[in-house]
């Protein structure tokens, strides 16, 4: 938010500098992070006359000004063309300075000075100014020099009129304070933490209200949609659309916006004054001469003021007018954000209906950051705006209009309202304003908070708090003003928060403790980073994109995440279902930077997940997730080293070792997963590589590898039992078979030790046969289609004694014929 200072002035008087009062600013949360003087590079500028115009003699694209410029007369040569004699203009004597504008226009901090020039056989004394040779070109009406008002006084230095001189604070403000977000909020602000200074009278408290009958036909104003508060609608006749006064269109540009016409300018200017957006209609422009405040419908589309169309869901609000021919009211204007491109002001506009309503802040935060468009209205509806300033709004700006234009504008305003929300009282105990403050004096605290307009309504004691407990009603204003803490945070802010004593803790009862969630966290990322990995810490907010990006189903959970009720942006306006989204949109910058080298990131973080599909309720999960790339660059003397699935799959086992786990790994199927490498390890999570298709969408020019691990599954550490070994030798024998390419390696394990049966004496086969250990692969010649050949060693062991050969064999074919019977061809 940038405040003019001199605009600020007209609303408080207050015994500060721009300086201090910035220092008093930032010490109490609204900080300043700039001090600007546009004009600091201005000066030798004055107001001049022009006494006379004539044609140069000899260059017929130039003219000769003879300038009356206080008690002396000077000569200039100018291109302009759009001067005439007895015009007033702006000056710049030899020796005068100007800002250094760059040839695309911007301003610089380097000095002009202007000097002598011969045109010919005639010599310019410096130059007759442009509002862009002093910074700030969309002052400028017209191409040629910056005619000023004829009662601007000769001689005058440039500084000192119209904003010129100007000094520009820019303030940042938190999300939850839209009342700073105008000259209005900032001068409540000052006078809060200034309790000498004096809020002079507002310039709308000397106009009076319009009492007449409109004399055009109008409807009513329906509200339907309980997100409008309440509307109100203003009349302009005899409207004549002209260029703002100079001080306003120079006050506007301060304040980074573009002047465009007496009528918007004052739209604008009411807006950066009082913080009330307001909206003008052009009457003969709509559809039907009534207005409804209705939610979209899903699909619906509107063509805003700046040409863009746009599609609307449900969630947006429109301001409609009554389409002839049908039910439907068609749209105007996007409640609170932008107006519609068909009901614009145009430069034959004659009669103006003004808009003036208080909207709720989440439905247009949602639609301005749904849709991208990032107007000064919705900035100040998304953060809250006073609705008991609309109708005020209204008045004001067409005074203004009347003034501007000479338009009539004494007419009743047209009203409409839903409930209104109303100021509830939060109470103040001097046990928790000491608790955070160290400081309790209740009084005091009192005059602190009458100064924002914080009122005490009631004084009472309670058995529970004790006594002195105050309770204050906050301004309408003021809707961040909710609990006992806010109440403590304005007093703290205007205290200082370095004007509380510093008291060391006391010595902690017990010794710290990491937690199982912590310290189960820190031991998986210490292996991941053994293995090669870098952390990587994404937001936890996602487009709602991202269902699509992955291609999730309707009946996958992660396919419906919760939807913030106030995203920051339409990037994220949903919580994460998976940790995935974030990672990949790390790896998918970092390719488009250029990175070619292979990518090994990790993640260790919260997912939220519905708990059906249609449930309010939801599970918050702790999850661990990876990624691996292997980059573009093919050039490397260790090709053999280059990640695969199950270079990957190796990194899996390990952070699983670290909580004593031996994990299967079974065929699985992700939505986002390579149908033939994907793999679900059961009770824990998956690991996986990208379908194809992903990775061409998302421009990967190799392979991505991820996996996700519940951190749940992982809380209890399984510990290692210790077998001794048998002191006998083992004898080995191989198996070699035919076995389908649906079957994998660990179920084809478990059926050959399932068929290692009873065996002669005491022992079993199977407390025999120690481990089986695959050692080969084969497919190709020889081999049926759908099949490949599997071999394997089986190692024999007793614990009493050595097995000879002969009882070794009879066991080991015991097994063959066992699986011969299930269906094996034994080789």
């Not at 809380?715 to 035919?738: C, H, Q, W």
């Amino acid at each position: 938010m940038i405040v003019s200072w001199q605009l600020l002035k007209q609303f408080i008087d207050l015994p500060a500098s721009p300086e201090e009062a910035a220092v008093r600013l930032t010490m109490s949360g609204a900080e300043v992070d700039s001090i600007e003087r546009p004009g600091a590079q201005i000066s030798g500028v004055a107001v001049a006359t022009v006494l006379s115009l004539e044609r140069h003699p000899s260059k017929e694209n130039l003219f000769v000004a003879t300038l009356e410029t206080g008690g002396k007369k000077a000569v200039c040569v100018t291109a302009a063309t759009n001067l005439k004699a007895g015009d007033k203009v702006l000056y710049g004597a030899p020796g005068a300075t100007l800002p250094e504008i760059t040839p695309r226009g911007d301003v610089t901090s380097n000095k002009a000075t202007l000097g002598l020039r011969d045109f010919g056989e005639v010599r310019s004394e410096g130059m007759m100014l442009s509002a862009a040779e002093l910074g700030l070109p969309d002052v400028d009406i017209a191409e040629g020099i910056l005619v000023l008002p004829e009662d601007a006084p000769v001689g005058t230095d440039a500084l000192s009129l119209y904003g010129f001189g100007d000094v520009l604070l820019n303030v940042s403000v938190t999300p939850n304070r839209g009342d700073l977000l105008s000259i209005l909020g900032v001068a409540r602000e000052l006078k809060g933490l200034y309790p000498d200074s004096v809020l002079k009278p507002m310039p709308w408290e000397e106009k009076t209200p319009g009492t007449e009958g409109w004399p055009v036909e109008f409807g009513a104003i329906s509200l339907p949609d309980d997100g409008c508060l309440n509307y109100h609608l203003g009349l302009a006749t005899n409207v004549k659309i002209f260029p703002s006064p100079v001080e306003v269109r120079v006050a506007l540009a301060h304040l980074g916006m573009r002047p465009i016409s007496n009528v918007v300018d004052a739209t604008n200017y009411v807006m950066l004054l009082l913080g009330q957006p307001l909206h003008a209609f052009d009457l003969n422009t709509l559809p039907k001469r009534e207005i409804t405040v209705r939610s979209a419908l899903e699909g619906e589309k509107i063509v805003t003021l700046d040409g863009k169309e746009h599609v609307l869901t449900a969630k947006d609000m429109l301001i409609t007018s009554g389409k002839e021919g049908g039910p439907l009211t068609e749209p105007i204007a996007l409640a609170g954000v932008m107006g519609g491109k068909q009901t614009g002001i145009n430069d034959d506009t004659d009669v103006v209906v003004l808009e003036g309503a208080s909207f709720s802040a989440r439905r247009v935060g949602h639609t301005s950051r749904r849709l991208g468009i990032a107007s000064e209205a919705a900035f100040r509806y998304s953060r809250g705006v006073d609705p008991t300033l609309s109708a005020l709004g209204v008045d004001y700006a067409l005074s203004l209009m009347s003034e501007w234009s000479g338009a009539g504008v004494g007419y009743k305003k047209l009203s409409a309202s839903n409930a209104q929300p109303e100021p509830k009282p939060v109470i103040l105990t001097k046990k928790k304003l000491h608790t955070y403050l160290l400081w309790s004096d209740m009084e005091e605290s009192a005059k602190i908070l009458e100064g924002y307009s914080i009122r005490q309504t009631e004084n009472f004691e309670s058995e529970y708090f004790g006594k002195h407990i105050l309770a204050f009603v906050p301004p309408t204003w003021r809707p961040d003003i909710a609990i006992e803490e806010d109440l403590i945070e304005e007093i703290g802010r205007w205290r200082g928060y370095d004007a509380s004593p510093v008291h060391l803790p006391g010595v902690l009862p017990r010794r710290g403790d990491l937690g199982p969630e912590t310290s189960l966290a820190g031991t998986l990322r210490a292996r991941a980073l053994a293995r090669g990995y870098v952390e990587a810490i994404t937001y936890s907010f996602l487009p709602e994109s991202f269902v699509s990006a992955l291609h999730l189903p309707e009946s996958d959970l992660r396919a419906h995440p919760l939807f913030l009720a106030n995203p920051i942006s339409q990037d994220w306006m949903a919580m994460r279902t998976t940790l995935l989204p974030g990672l990949l949109n790390g790896l998918k910058e970092s390719v488009a930077s250029g990175w070619r080298g292979p990518v090994r990131i990790f993640e260790i973080g919260r997912v939220f997940l519905r708990s059906a599909i249609q449930s309010t309720e939801h599970r918050e999960l702790d999850v661990l997730a990876g990624l691996v790339y292997a980059g573009t660059d093919p050039r490397t003397p260790w090709p053999e080293t280059r990640d695969d699935f199950f270079s990957v799959k190796a990194d899996v086992l390990a952070l699983l070792e670290t909580r004593g786990r031996k994990a299967s790994f079974v065929k699985g199927s992700e939505p986002f997963g390579h149908a033939g490498q994907t793999a679900s390890i059961p009770g824990m999570g998956y690991l996986a590589r990208l379908s194809p298709a992903i990775e061409r969408e998302l421009d990967f020019a190799g392979p991505v590898y991820v996996f996700e691990l519940s951190l749940a599954a992982l809380e209890s550490a399984e510990k290692p039992v210790y077998t001794p070994g048998s002191p006998f030798p083992a004898s080995f024998r191989d198996i070699s078979m035919l076995v389908a390419n649906d079957k994998t390696q660990d179920e084809v394990l478990a059926e050959i030790r399932a068929s290692a049966g009873a065996g002669e004496g005491r022992k079993s086969s199977g407390e025999i046969l120690e481990s089986v250990k695959l050692f080969d692969i084969y497919s190709g010649k020889g081999i049926p289609e759908g099949y490949r050949s599997m071999a394997f060693s089986l190692c024999y062991r007793a614990f009493d004694r050595t097995l000879n050969d002969e009882e070794v064999d009879k066991i080991h074919n015991s097994v063959r014929d066992a699986l011969s019977k299930k269906g094996y061809n034994m080789r």
